[in-house]
T-cell receptor, first 112, second 115 residues
Framework: KNQVEQSPQSLIILEGKNCTLQ??????????LRWYKQDTGRGPVSLTI?????NTKSNGRYTATLDADTKQSSLHITASQLSDSASYIC???????????FGAGTTVTVRA | GAGVSQSPSNKVTEKGKDVELRCDPI?????LYWYRQSLGQGLEFLIY????????KSGLPSDRFSAERTGGSVSTLTIQRTQQEDSAVYLC?????????????FGPGTRLLVL
């Protein structure tokens, strides 16, 4: 069964600090991995997408990495802002399958 | 342009009642998905529509759940005889086609509470 596990479940950081979120997956055959940001009361919004050949992708202060050999990904948030408070969801897609595998998410709280 | 919209945004109902949740996808998107998001869990796939093809209903948890998509656009998810365990956020997403490289755009969700 395709699975996506994220850690930590939640974290609290001070404004301006950095943090890193982890994602491990067992989805196979692998197609791509996305990180989504979900603000409270909103739907998820795609931040980054990485295919097998890509090992890093940035979107502003968000940088995602992918190690397809170990099936691990991370999302690094630099110089956090209050608006970064949200749930970050790792989503993995298998080849030739429109169904996505979702992690449970990491809830990030940024405090002033 | 407008994104995916869903209505109602919140729904409180009594156990045993039927509810209808609506999704308006992005105009021109041929693929539409329904997901359920329970607290502390990942999104759970419910049903998938693609163009005029037969929908993939494999994720529907019971025969109390059904969905339709009229005219290849608006979709309605119906839950009959609601149970307390149906309480969750129901998210709709649409994309311009199938395949993992196609970005799914999500609506804000409908928060369903069954008392």
């Amino acid at each position: 069964k395709n699975q996506v596990e994220q850690s930590p479940q939640s974290l609290i950081i001070l404004e301006g600090k950095n943090c890193t979120l982890q994602c491990n997956y067992t989805v196979s055959p692998f197609s791509n991995l996305r990180w989504y940001k979900q603000d409270t009361g909103r739907g998820p919004v795609s931040l980054t997408i990485m295919t097998f050949s890509e090992n890093t992708k940035s979107n502003g202060r968000y940088t995602a990495t992918l190690d397809a050999d170990t099936k691990q990904s991370s999302l690094h948030i630099t110089a956090s802002q209050l608006s970064d408070s949200a749930s970050y969801i790792c989503v993995v897609s298998a080849k030739n399958d429109y169904k996505l595998s979702f992690g449970a998410g990491t809830t990030v709280t940024v405090r002033a | 342009g407008a994104g995916v919209s869903q209505s109602p945004s919140n729904k409180v109902t009594e156990k045993g009642k039927d509810v209808e949740l609506r999704c308006d996808p992005i105009s021109g998107h041929t693929a539409l998905y329904w997901y359920r998001q329970s607290l502390g869990q990942g999104l759970e796939f419910l049903i998938y529509f693609q163009g005029n093809s037969a929908p993939d209903k494999s994720g529907l948890p019971s025969d109390r759940f059904s969905a339709e998509r009229t005219g290849g656009s608006v979709s309605t998810l119906t839950i009959q005889r609601t149970q307390q365990e149906d309480s969750a956020v129901y998210l709709c997403a649409s994309s311009s086609g199938t395949g993992g490289l196609k970005t799914q755009y999500f609506g804000p969700g409908t928060r369903l509470l069954v008392l």
